[in-house]
């Protein structure tokens, strides 16, 4: 069956540092792959995705490049920001529209950024 | 534009009760989701259904139960709660577009049995 695996947390970091989330996954076929993230108290909002191998999601200077040869889709910001604090989930959908909306998740990251 | 709206946000149950979980939306989408949120665990499929009339388990189905009559709406039972079912609750919807696949989620429901 699909599986996710994400870096474990917490994740600490200064503001402006280097943020690197790492995702990697098992699936048959070829699955849409998502980031979602969690802000203290609220449900999960979509952060970007990506549906075919070598496609780059983007939102908010936060990116994710679908690698189907090391079939991973990790997390990547330049410089985070105190904002950025919340846990971040790597999620995967089954391909060729049969997923019925079901996703896999992983077990989240927590990001906290410090001034 | 209210979206996916789920009642109440939290909730405390004696063990052996029963409740329901409310999800309401108003995006017209075919495709709806149970999941439930345990730290360390991500979160984990409970039900869904691709439209009115149709439901199936997901991933930990056992203590819950679902209905489908319209598509707004898709409430969750727990017919006898137990301390193992003290958790985050999250509906989500999902619009299918060929691969495009996004889920929209509400706010939780927080489930605390004693």
């Known amino acids: 069956g699909n599986s996710v695996t994400q870096m474990e947390g917490p994740v600490t970091l200064s503001e402006e540092a280097f943020l690197t989330i790492n995702c990697t996954y098992t699936?048959?076929?070829?699955?849409?792959l998502f980031w979602y993230v969690q802000y203290p108290g609220e449900g999960l909002q979509l952060l970007l995705k990506?549906?075919?191998?070598?496609d780059k999601g983007s939102n908010k200077g936060f990116e994710a490049t679908y690698r189907k040869e090391t079939t991973s889709f990790h997390l990547e910001k330049g410089s985070v920001q105190v904002s950025d604090s919340a846990v971040y989930f790597c999620?995967?959908?089954?391909?060729?529209?049969?997923?019925?909306?079901?996703?896999?998740f992983g077990q989240g990251t927590i990001l906290t950024v410090h001034p | 534009n209210a979206g996916v709206t789920q009642t109440p946000k939290f909730q405390v149950l004696k063990t052996g009760q029963s409740m329901t979980l409310q999800c309401a939306q108003d995006?017209?989408?075919?495709?709806m989701s149970w999941y439930r949120q345990d730290p360390g665990m991500g979160l984990r499929l409970i039900h869904y259904?691709?439209?009115?009339?149709?439901?199936d388990q997901g991933e930990v189905p056992n203590g819950y139960n679902v209905s489908r009559s319209t598509t707004e709406d898709f409430p969750l039972r727990l017919l006898s709660a137990a301390p193992s079912q003290t958790s985050v609750y999250f509906c989500?919807?999902?619009?299918?577009?060929?691969?495009?696949?996004?889920?929209?989620f509400g706010q939780g429901t927080r489930l605390t049995v004693v």
């Open positions: 989500a919807t999902t619009f299918t577009g060929g691969l495009n696949t996004e889920a929209f």
């Open positions: 999620a995967l959908g089954n391909a060729g529209g049969t997923s019925y909306g079901k996703l896999t």
């Open positions: 259904s691709v439209g009115a009339g149709i439901t």
């Open positions: 990506a549906t075919k191998a070598d």
């Open positions: 699936a048959t076929g070829y699955p849409s």
């Open positions: 995006m017209n989408h075919e495709y």
